[in-house]
């Protein structure tokens, strides 16, 4: 069954720091892959998606991921975070031809002054 | 930015009641959504559809019922109400011309049954 996990609940880290999310999914056949954002009291935003080509997909807000099909992951990254960056972040994915979007189970991320 | 809507964004209601929560979009998407957002931030499949006349289950059993007698407009309904329906609700509905690769998502409304 595809199933897709963040494996860190929260991420403190310093403003100006660099930062990794971790996403890892598990499927034996192609999927589309999906970063989204929660702000407070909001809805989800697109960061950005990877459906195919170039291995490393920029999106909004200056993060990006890296799909990795051997290690089954699609980390994201931001080079130097900042105070407006503290959110939920949730990666999901669509297995090809099926109908679902299934999402990880969040991480929230809290950027210290 | 989307043009999708959900109303009330936040509803405080007694034990046995009957709610509707609307999500309404003008996007004219033919594939709508359900999510349960738990406290601790992980969001269940509850409700799709794939056009008007068309509901199907989600991945995440739920005593609430849905219905899409028109293309803008996906309501959810819980007949009676109960603290264990207390949780945050986000509609959403995704665009045929992307391949339904990018779903569009309402600020949710927070449901406390009390």
């Known amino acids: 069954a595809q199933s897709v996990t963040q494996l860190d609940s929260q991420v403190p880290v310093f403003e100006e720091a660099p930062v990794e999310l971790r996403c890892n999914y598990s499927?034996?056949?192609?999927?589309?892959l999906f970063w989204y954002v929660q702000y407070p009291n909001q809805g989800l935003q697109l960061l950005l998606k990877?459906?195919?080509?170039?291995?490393l997909v920029k999106g909004i807000n200056g993060f990006e991921a890296e799909f990795n099909k051997s290690q089954t992951s699609f980390h994201l990254r931001k080079p130097s975070v900042h105070i407006s960056d503290t959110a939920e972040y949730f990666c999901a994915a669509i297995i090809q031809g099926a109908q679902k979007l299934v999402f990880g189970q969040g991480t929230r991320l809290t950027i210290n002054p | 930015e989307a043009d999708i809507y959900q109303t009330p964004r936040y509803l405080v209601i007694g034990t046995g009641k009957k709610i509707t929560l609307e999500c309404s979009q003008t996007?004219?998407?033919?594939?709508m959504y359900w999510y349960q957002q738990d406290p601790g931030m992980e969001l269940h499949l509850i409700h799709y559809s794939y056009g008007v006349n068309s509901t199907e289950k989600g991945d995440l059993s739920s005593e609430s019922t849905v219905s899409r007698i028109r293309t803008e407009h996906f309501p959810l309904t819980l007949e009676s109400a109960r603290p264990s329906h207390t949780s945050q609700y986000l509609c959403a509905s995704s665009d045929p011309g992307q391949g339904h690769t990018e779903a569009f998502f309402g600020q949710g409304t927070r449901l406390t049954v009390v």
């Open positions: 996007m004219g998407h033919d594939k």
């Open positions: 499927s034996s056949v192609s999927v589309y």
């Open positions: 990877y459906l195919s080509g170039s291995t």
